[in-house]
């Protein structure tokens, strides 16, 4: 601005002075005035580049600004996780003495672990050794209990071939009485021979019909064919009170009569051993029907023969185990 103004002035002198000078001296001052332009310009230009250059300088120095701000903000951060990282070099510093004493201590310590693991391993070799033995010796054992049971199964099988072969003798001895009072049956390993009152003796009587002992006689020579059978022979009544004199009282006494009748009639077979027979009075308290009638009271009054394999060799086997 100053530059116009001296311009100005000077256009206003040289005019002034253009009547008073020379013709000479209007050129060198309208060419002064020309030059003066052509600066005016120039310096012109010049100012429009400098308020340019200016701008962007102002620009680049806000980005400077920005660019210290993040700078100043990120050497916060870093200081502070310096800060932090010296903090923690401090305790890990303190943890590595004492992991360096516990390694010590460790160091120091582990033969004496060692010998104590060596030592339990060895016993727990023995302890497996141990109980090795005493599995094969089971082993041994249990092979042996299965050969007994061997035996013993096979035992049982002929015992029961045996009842079942008995009980087939018993019914061809007996078949002219089928249908007359005698029933048979196999029940729990042993053969039941069930001979009705009506074909044994008399209401209240203990003395045995002819018919009876036939059927008796019969079956004591199958009981004499086959030596390894015991007998045991049982009577049984109903439920109506006996008022009996002498011998014979009650029921009890009754069922105990009937069965040694039949037993005696059977050991008139001299075949037959003594020892081999058991004779037993059941009374009215072993009933097939509990019911009170007359049909009920029938079946109920018999007398059972009973006969059992005799079980010496199973019982030799079970004490053997």
Not at 58 to 83: H, M
Not at 127 to 137: A, I, M, T, V, Y
Not at 162 to 169: I, N, P
Not at 233 to 256: C, I
């Amino acid at each position: 601005m100053k530059t116009m103004k001296k311009v100005f002035v000077f256009a206003i002198v040289v005019a002034m002075a253009v009547s008073c000078v020379s013709s000479k001296k209007y050129k060198e001052a309208t060419g002064n005035l020309s030059n003066c332009r052509q600066e005016v310009a120039q310096l012109k230009a010049q100012n429009r580049g400098l308020a340019v250059e200016n701008t962007e300088l102002k620009a680049s120095v806000e980005k400077l600004n920005g660019s210290v701000a993040d700078l100043n903000g990120r050497l916060g951060a870093t200081s502070a996780k310096l800060d932090e990282a010296v903090s923690r070099n401090k305790i890990l510093s303190g943890t590595n003495d004492d992991l360096e004493k516990q390694l010590t201590a460790l160091k120091k310590g582990s033969s004496e672990e060692i010998s104590r693991l060596l030592e339990k391993l060895q016993q727990t070799e023995n302890d497996l050794q141990s109980r090795e033995n005493k599995l094969k010796q089971a082993e041994g054992e249990l092979a042996q209990r299965n050969v007994r049971l061997m035996e013993l199964q096979e035992a049982l099988k002929q015992k029961e071939d045996a009842v079942a072969a008995l009980k087939q003798k018993v019914m061809a001895a007996l078949t002219g009485f089928n249908n007359k009072g005698l029933t048979i049956y196999e029940k729990n390993g042993k053969v039941y021979v069930s001979l009705e009152e009506q074909l044994l003796f008399k209401t209240g009587q203990w003395e045995v019909d002819p018919k009876g002992q036939q059927a008796l006689a019969d079956l004591g020579t199958v009981l004499a064919q086959n030596p390894d059978i015991n007998v045991l022979v049982e009577g049984h009544t109903d439920d109506v009170p006996m008022r009996g004199t002498g011998a014979v009282k009650d029921n009890w006494d009754l069922s105990v009569m009937r069965s040694t009748a039949v037993t005696k009639i059977l050991l008139k077979n001299k075949a037959i051993d003594p020892k081999r027979i058991t004779s037993a009075g059941r009374g009215e308290f072993f009933p097939i029907d509990e019911a009170k009638t007359p049909e009920a009271r029938q079946k109920n009054r018999r007398t059972e023969i009973i006969l059992t394999p005799r079980l010496d060799e199973i019982f030799k086997l079970l004490e053997t185990n």
